[in-house]
């Protein structure tokens, strides 16, 4: 629950970026909006974690502000780039979502609860995306995210 703690911190930055550069106040809005409910997500692993007497990350802040500096980046390019690097990264987000339901024990239905209420958002958020005007991000970029993510949650995992 950790790694996804450490996610959703950087999906809200994420988006909070991206809202900053927003051109067009419909993106602008979804993008708040989508922040929003990552902040919800945020609050349900914080909560679990309580339970599970874990805690999280302790590179938290850095994951806010690599994450707010790559949204604004993206925000920066564009809108239809900006809605394709959330396409992308939500893809990759309910990958790595059905991956920890792979793993997580079959009885810890809490924990799943809030897992698959996370991937059904995190879906909504790439198709809003997409129908908004995303582009498809180059196969380099897509990569780069990939690897980025890997060591995040590699990362969030042990520190």
């Known amino acids: 629950m950790r790694v996804n703690h450490a996610g959703e911190i950087a999906a809200q930055a994420l988006y909070q970026g991206q809202s900053v550069f927003a051109?067009?106040?419909?993106?602008?809005?979804?993008?708040?909006?989508?922040?929003?409910?990552?902040?919800?997500?945020?609050?349900?692993?914080?909560?679990?974690?309580?339970?599970?007497?874990?805690?999280?990350?302790?590179?938290?802040?850095?994951?806010?502000?690599?994450?707010?500096?790559?949204?604004?980046?993206?925000?920066?390019?564009?809108?239809?780039?900006?809605?394709?690097?959330?396409?992308?990264?939500?893809?990759?987000?309910?990958?790595?979502l059905d991956g920890h339901l792979r793993k997580i024990a079959a009885k810890d239905l809490r924990s799943r609860a809030i897992i698959e209420q996370m991937k059904e958002d995190e879906i909504r958020h790439g198709l809003k995306a997409v129908e908004a005007g995303a582009v498809d991000l180059p196969w380099p970029a897509r990569q780069m995210m990939r690897a980025a993510s890997k060591v995040m949650t590699t990362t969030a995992y042990y520190v």
């Open 23 to 96: 051109r067009n106040s419909q993106v602008r809005s979804a993008m708040k909006e989508s922040a929003q409910e990552e902040v919800d997500h945020l609050a349900w692993c914080e909560d679990r974690l309580v339970e599970l007497d874990s805690q999280p990350s302790r590179l938290a802040p850095f994951w806010y502000a690599g994450s707010f500096t790559i949204g604004a980046l993206a925000g920066m390019a564009g809108d239809r780039w900006s809605l394709g690097f959330v396409a992308e990264t939500e893809r990759q987000v309910e990958t790595h």
